[in-house]
Nanobody, 119 residues
Framework: VQLQASGGGLVQAGESLKLSCEASGDGFNFLVMGWYRQAPGKQRELVASITRTTFLSSGGKQYQDSVKGRFTISRVNSGNTVYLQMDNLIPDDTAVYYC?????????WGEGTQVTVSS
C-alpha cells in the first residue's frame, strides 16, 4: 500500500490550499481516510477524517475543532482518493500534513507534505 500526497506549499494567511492523497493497493477498499498534521515540537494530531458508509456503519466526517468551518474533507464515490480543501488558512495551520488510511484494522501513512502559512 502506498499513499501519495500532494498539494502543500507556502501561502499567506487567508489564502487556500487543497491537499490530495491517492492510496494504491490491489484489492484495498479503505474504511477510513484522512489527514493528520504535526507542527514542530508538537504531537501529531487529527485534522479531518472521512469514513466510508458500509452496512455496519453510517459513515461520516470528523474535524478537529480548530479547522471546522475552514477545512473540508471529501472522497469521491468512496474511492481511494481523499482531498482536504483548506480555506482561510492561518499561521497556526503551519505543519507537515500526513495522509492516513485504514483497512482491515491496519493503519497506513503517507509521507508528509509541508504547509506553511505566513502572517
Amino acid at each position: 500500500v502506498q499513499l501519495q500526497a500532494s498539494g502543500g506549499g507556502l501561502v499567506q494567511a487567508g489564502e487556500s490550499l487543497k491537499l490530495s492523497c491517492e492510496a494504491s493497493g490491489d484489492g484495498f477498499n479503505f474504511l477510513v481516510m484522512g489527514w493528520y498534521r504535526q507542527a514542530p515540537g508538537k504531537q501529531r494530531e487529527l485534522v479531518a477524517s472521512i469514513t466510508r458508509t458500509t452496512f455496519l456503519s453510517s459513515g461520516g466526517k470528523q474535524y478537529q475543532d480548530s479547522v471546522k468551518g475552514r477545512f473540508t474533507i471529501s472522497r469521491v464515490n468512496s474511492g481511494n482518493t481523499v482531498y482536504l480543501q483548506m480555506d482561510n488558512l492561518i499561521p497556526d495551520d503551519t505543519a507537515v500534513y500526513y495522509c492516513h488510511a485504514r483497512a482491515g484494522g491496519v493503519d497506513y501513512w503517507g509521507e508528509g507534505t509541508q504547509v506553511t502559512v505566513s502572517s
